[in-house]
């Protein structure tokens, strides 16, 4: 996920429950490597889950931190990467070391709503504000396999539902109201139809 107005970045940053962040514990190398971009198949399939917390996993996550901050982006999903696999990263304070990973991801709590700008790098150049819920609840696991919780408000809870959205094959612009969708559609890139509590 990238945001880039300035309005956006004035937003607090979310609050983090009990996690690991995983940069300090994991000393592999990543690699910054090529993004998919829409409308690249890879980008509208359901990820697989992650059965293997393994060396393999470690270097993809390393990967996908790597590609991130290399295309100044804030989060990036698996499939972003050409894996289809359901792992995402997030750091909404860009600060080295406060990574977010998170492996197979379920949304339990998302309430409230905000609207802030989203945009991503499967989808350049393109800006729009989306709704969302303002405070999620998500469980998964961290990279060694471990539950992990993270409880999420401010731009870490968007960035956590867009980045969990990319695991279900899903975009941003799939969010948008019908008259954005296609004014979009007449473009490079079509949106799919989508269904959620939160549109
Ligand atoms: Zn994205």
């Keep these: 996920m990238g945001i880039y107005t300035r309005d956006a970045y004035r937003k607090v940053m979310g609050s983090i429950g009990n996690i690991a962040f995983f940069a300090s514990i994991v000393r592999i190398a990543g690699m910054v490597v090529p993004l998919c971009v829409a409308p690249h198949p890879v980008l509208r399939t359901t990820a697989r889950e ?53 492996v197979n991801p379920i949304l339990d709590v998302a309430t409230g709503r905000a609207r802030m700008v989203e945009g991503c790098l499967s989808v350049p150049k393109m800006w729009e504000r989306v709704k969302r819920a303002a405070h999620v609840r998500m469980s998964g696991r961290d990279i060694f396999g471990k539950p992990l919780v993270v409880e999420a408000d401010g731009l870490l809870a968007i960035a956590l539902q867009h980045e969990f959205d990319h695991l279900q094959g899903r975009l941003f612009i ?22 959620g509590a939160w549109r």
């Design 50 to 102: 992650v059965t293997a917390f393994t060396d393999a996993l470690h270097r993809l996550a390393r990967d996908l931190i790597e590609t991130m901050y290399a295309n100044d982006g804030i989060g990036l999903a698996a499939p972003q990467i050409g894996q289809g696999l359901q792992v995402f990263v997030a750091n909404p304070s860009r600060q080295r070391g406060r990574e977010l990973v998170v």
């Design 174 to 195: 799939d969010r948008l109201p019908w008259f954005r969708r296609r004014r979009l559609a007449a473009r490079w890139v079509r949106p799919a139809s989508v269904e």
